[in-house]
T-cell receptor, first 118, second 113 residues
Framework: EAGVAQSPRYKIIEKRQSVAFWCNPISGHATLYWYQQILGQGPKLLIQFQNNGVVDDSQLPKDRFSAERLKGVDSTLKIQPAKLEDSAVYLC????????????????FGNGTRLTVT | GDSVTQMEGPVTLSEEAFLTINCTYTATGYPSLFWYVQYPGEGLQLLLK?????DKGSNKGFEATYRKETTSFHLEKGSVQVSDSAVYFC????????????FGTGTRLTVIP
């Protein structure tokens, strides 16, 4: 099966600019996640969608970050305006079901988008 | 709150050497524990898991045992290969949903021939 697709792979922007990332999950996966992985740290969940509804966005900096999954398939994550501390790899993951961690095939991660803010 | 502390890297080993990557955790309840691996140029993928105390997770020659008494979940492999070179993440969850998944900082392993 095709994996989780993300684009672009790399993005360099100046602070205060805007940027958007795109994710296409595995076909049929109802649950989609965005993670932020700062260099030297583990991934941190930003937002979780179940179909086109938000399940958890408690860690999303809502003053500058937004995400949508309008048709319950693809998703975009936007940062506006970007700050230096937003430099990180942004990972998208999907799963068949939100109650997935106990199963043998839990989260499927994409390769990520590496953002550099200068 | 919940947290995971991983052995700092990077770790460099010769092929066929024994590998241990330490992981300890702090949790308020009874978490499930995971090891994820990220090979160069690829996304994170689940390596193994354990859902209760004394469980042993295993996959691809790697093993980790859930030790409640020492709050640890150390990753081991008896004989590493060059293809095991990757970044390894320890993680825990106190629920079955990924919104409760907490990752450690990762340990980079390089295996040299």
């Amino acid at each position: 099966e095709a994996g989780v697709a993300q684009s672009p792979r790399y993005k360099i922007i100046e602070k205060r600019q805007s940027v958007a990332f795109w994710c296409n999950p595995i076909s049929g996966h109802a649950t989609l996640y965005w993670y932020q992985q700062i260099l030297g740290q583990g991934p941190k969940l930003l937002i979780q969608f179940q179909n086109n509804g938000v399940v958890d966005d408690s860690q999303l900096p809502k003053d500058r970050f937004s995400a949508e999954r309008l048709k319950g398939v693809d998703s975009t994550l936007k940062i506006q305006p970007a700050k230096l501390e937003d430099s990180a790899v942004y990972l998208c993951a999907s799963s068949l079901d939100p109650q997935t961690l106990l199963y043998n095939s839990p989260l499927h991660f994409g390769n990520g988008t590496r953002l550099t803010v200068t | 709150g919940d947290s995971v502390t991983q052995m700092e890297g990077p770790v460099t080993l010769s092929e066929e050497a024994f590998l241990t990557i330490n992981c300890t955790y702090t949790a308020t309840g009874y978490p499930s524990l995971f090891w994820y691996v990220q090979y160069p140029g690829e996304g994170l993928q689940l390596l193994l898991k354990a859902t209760k105390a004394d469980d042993k997770g295993s996959n691809k020659g790697f093993e980790a045992t859930y030790r409640k008494e020492t709050t640890s979940f150390h990753l081991e492999k008896g004989s590493v290969q060059v293809s095991d070179s990757a970044v390894y993440f320890c993680a825990l969850s106190e629920g079955s949903g990924a919104n409760n998944l907490f990752f450690g900082t990762g340990t980079r392993l390089t295996v040299i021939p």
